[in-house]
């Protein structure tokens, strides 16, 4: 029901539908009210505004500010969990799954928290993004990468790797987690998606230190190019509606 909702509900689908039935009743309609002509209006003016760099830049804040880098690994650590984002399964392209940009981001920072101290256990979360496909796991693919790439022992690792949403790696972490009596834990995901995983985690009793990357909204020069639209930024504006939205279901469903 979320995903149905979700896909239905993105500003950038909603205004262009919205955009499409102003154009039309316009063209087709011989007298035209001024509440169409005033939907069409504020149908671009609002696409327009999800597409600017500068809008961007104070939405995706309202998420990120509240978490700003972390450059030391935090005292008395019981374990440090990262959380996947995504994964290219193998096709006619790739012979191999290869982890998505934001995962491998997320894992980059995990290993430089668990270097900057005495080892303690990693938790990897994520798995199959679809089912029915052939492939790793995200958690499997991000233990591959930070043992092949990084020099992680495969021991340091406890694997989780059934869950596809945020609150499914709350709840299966959580429960990895207290049957090896670890509590206070560095929690490694986006500085936009970081809100929603810690009221997650929260929720499920844990001491969480949020440790917040790839963070997007850093800097605003007031240039020309941060008032030009670009789709760029309206897929990023989904993003932070995406976790609002996600945000809301979850409170409504106890999540959080």
Not at 24 to 39: P, S
Not at 135 to 154: E, K, N, S, W, Y
Not at 201 to 216: E, M, N, T, Y
Request: hydrophobic share 45%; with cysteine.
């Amino acid at each position: 029901m979320y995903e149905i909702i979700n896909l239905l509900l993105r500003p950038y689908f909603v205004l262009l539908a919205a955009i499409a039935i102003g154009v039309l009743v316009v063209l087709f309609r011989g007298t035209v009210r001024r509440r169409w002509k005033l939907l069409l209006v504020l149908a671009v003016a609002s696409l327009i505004a999800m597409s600017t760099p500068a809008v961007t830049y104070f939405t995706l804040g309202t998420l990120e500010w509240r978490y700003p880098p972390v450059t030391e690994r935090p005292a008395d650590l019981d374990a440090i969990v990262i959380l996947s984002a995504g994964i290219y399964p193998p096709d006619a392209v790739r012979p191999a799954a290869v982890l998505g940009e934001r995962t491998i981001n997320r894992c980059l920072r995990g290993a430089e928290l668990f270097a900057q101290g005495e080892p303690c256990p990693i938790v990897v979360a994520g798995g199959r993004v679809d089912p029915e496909r052939a492939g790793p796991t995200l958690a499997g693919a991000m233990v591959d990468l930070m043992h092949g790439q990084f020099g992680i022992a495969r021991e340091h690792f406890l694997v989780e790797e059934t869950s596809r949403t945020t609150h499914e790696n709350a709840v299966n972490c959580s429960e990895m987690l207290r049957k090896r009596n670890l509590q206070r834990v560095a929690l490694v995901t986006d500085a936009t998606h970081m809100h929603r995983a810690v009221l997650c985690f929260r929720k499920q009793g844990l001491d969480v230190i949020p440790i917040a990357c790839s963070h997007r909204a850093t800097e605003l020069t007031w240039e020309l190019d941060d008032f030009l639209p670009n789709p760029g930024d309206a897929v990023r504006n989904q993003a932070v509606f995406h976790e609002y939205l996600g945000m809301l279901w979850y409170y409504f469903q106890g999540r959080i």
